[in-house]
């Protein structure tokens, strides 16, 4: 538990106040507990282990339940004398109340302290932050039971179902990601649950799992380069493995609690160069019994360059949007908070299945490589895949169109975009709802352009595949760093010559026949090496300081 945080228990005679003054006398985060609510401790700790920058509170899922969850956030809350229009989550009785809010907290818990209004105190003052829009985190309660009741015998029942759980495994389960793509779900986290368990058993961190993946990954590519059919079994076996490993990082990081930046960059970039070094593997291997595939694994790298980037661009611009919704205040005294219904009702089963795997992820795509590359070599990965994911292109692309079409023709705020454009001359957005799309459209422009010039001068080779390659990671990089609200350092972007200067000197070099192997030296090392140190280097300062 974080030593940092003081609890206090909120009977039916406490007093809006009570807490107020508690947590103006602390400097510690104040974890008010409802003396009615049993809850596992699992799913306490989801309040007093996490990191946490925010008012935190738990919640179940509940259809027209108390509570009201966007976006992960509580939207509004509801009490004796408050209700919400529509709700899709049940309040626990726990809440942690954040100190980084101190001025917010205090203004919004005064109102309610001085208001004549009835109700649990605990209750009370989660409509008061809600209604104030200060922000209060939902932390999902699953996978066990709970009880909040004033009937002694309910909470005696579960509390007694509570004692036969196995908390350990609790923990595991919930370690999972329960939103995961469908192959994820149903097959892959049935293997990494072990190893995720053993895991914890030899006390391993995340970062170190991951790293672990990543060589998995690249040796993995490496059986691919050979070209043999047994090779190429292993290749794929191992790419399973590989993305089975991956899966036990992220599970490792929610059991141990141990998050960080540095583990979240890592565990994103290593994803995307194990992929692509097994489209590199592949071509090698293909290009040793006389097929030369070069140009379909440099187009299936572009398209999911595409894809990723466009996919965590237009999560992040729905994510800001939404979140205007909690910008005005609701007044506390009003018995309901106004929030016109917008939730949909939940997609059927097979349909929300269905849909995960049309949007093709991860798990999806690397099943397919590793499929079709055992069935008909590299030559029918490099068939199969881009016409999957053509499909499902299609299916997500129209969604998000309809959905643009509805937001309102502003463009995101932040430095989401303007830190991917990586241009001399583009500064600015130059869409407005659209502008998710942007940073992918540039991309398409330069990798277009580039690849002309290869195909051109007949330079289409490991060499081209390479310079392609960190160019990729370089603008993978500065999607990461936007994500985190960061830009990479004016020096390193200038090194990198930006879109017109790489198009600019490698459009000379191969029309004038020069050998590109030293521009392939030359990214790598800076966007690879150079750029990757710098990141994480500035990471560690800033966490020492």
């Known amino acids: 538990m974080d030593k940092s945080l003081t609890s206090l228990v909120v009977t039916s005679s406490t007093k809006v106040r009570e807490i107020l003054d508690s947590f103006k006398a602390l400097d510690s985060d104040l974890l008010l507990l409802d003396q009615n609510s049993v809850i596992a401790q699992p799913h306490l700790e989801l309040l007093t282990d996490y990191p946490r920058s925010a008012s935190v509170a738990l919640v179940s899922t509940q259809k027209n339940g108390d509570t009201l969850v966007r976006q992960n956030r509580i939207a509004s809350a509801s009490s004796s004398s408050h209700k919400v229009t529509i709700g899709n989550r049940n309040f626990a009785g726990a809440i942690r109340i954040s100190q980084r809010q101190r001025d917010e907290v205090i ?8 208001s004549e209004l009835s109700g649990n105190a605990i209750d009370l003052v989660l409509v008061a932050l809600t209604r104030a829009r200060v922000q209060v985190d939902a932390a999902e309660l699953w996978a066990a039971p709970y009880a ?5 015998l309910v909470r005696e029942k579960v509390k007694s179902e509570l004692a036969n759980l196995n908390m350990g495994k609790l923990r595991l389960k919930m370690a999972n990601r329960a939103n995961d793509g469908f192959y994820s779900v149903f097959f892959l986290r049935k293997f990494s649950k072990l190893l995720t368990w053993l895991a914890v058993r030899v006390n391993a961190t995340p970062n170190q799992v991951t790293l672990i993946s990543f060589a998995i990954g690249l040796y993995s590519a490496f059986c691919f ?7 190429t079994l292993l290749g794929a076996a191992l790419l399973q493995l590989s993305i089975i490993v991956d899966c036990v990082d992220g599970e490792l990081a929610r059991y141990t609690r141990k998050f960080s930046k540095l583990g979240a960059w890592l565990d994103a970039v290593t994803d995307r160069v194990k992929e692509y070094m097994v489209f590199l593997g592949l071509a090698i291997g293909a290009e040793k019994s006389g097929q030369d595939l070069w140009i379909p694994a440099l187009v299936m790298m572009l398209i999911q360059t595409f894809r990723h980037l466009s996919d965590y661009n237009f999560a992040r611009s729905i994510k800001q949007r939404a979140e205007e919704q909690f910008l005005a205040p609701i007044d506390f005294s009003a018995h309901f908070d106004g929030i016109f219904p917008s939730e949909r009702e939940p997609k059927g089963r097979l349909r929300y299945w269905l849909g995960k795997i049309i949007q093709f992820p991860i798990g999806e795509r690397w099943l397919v490589i590793s499929a079709s590359a055992v069935i008909g070599g590299a030559s029918f990965t490099f068939t199969v895949m881009p016409i999957l994911a053509f499909i499902s292109a299609l299916v997500v692309f129209r969604g998000r169109t309809i959905g643009t079409l509805k937001m309102q023709k502003e463009r995101s705020r932040g430095i989401l975009i303007s830190a991917q454009q990586d241009s001399l001359f583009v500064r600015l957005s130059f869409l407005k709802r659209f502008d998710w799309i942007e940073p992918s459209f540039l991309r398409v422009i330069e990798f277009a352009f580039l690849l002309w010039i290869f195909i051109r001068n007949e330079q289409i080779n490991m060499v081209s595949f390479i310079i392609f390659f960190a160019i990729v990671f370089h603008h993978y990089d500065n999607l990461y760093r936007s994500l985190q609200n960061e830009k990479k350092p004016i020096w390193l972007s200038s090194l990198g010559l930006f879109i017109e200067g790489r198009l600019l000197v ?9 050998g590109l192997d030293y521009f392939a030296w030359y990214f790598s090392t ?7 140190a710098q990141w994480v280097l500035s990471h560690r300062a800033n966490k020492v300081g």
Do not use: H, P
């Open 107 to 114: 203004k919004a818990l005064e109102g309610a302290a001085n």
């Open 526 to 532: 800076l966007f690879l090496v150079i750029s990757s």
């Open 148 to 152: 909040r009741s004033s009937d002694d």
């Open 225 to 231: 380069t050979k070209g043999t059919f047994s090779q």
């Open 506 to 514: 490698l459009a000379i070099a191969a029309f004038s026949g020069w």
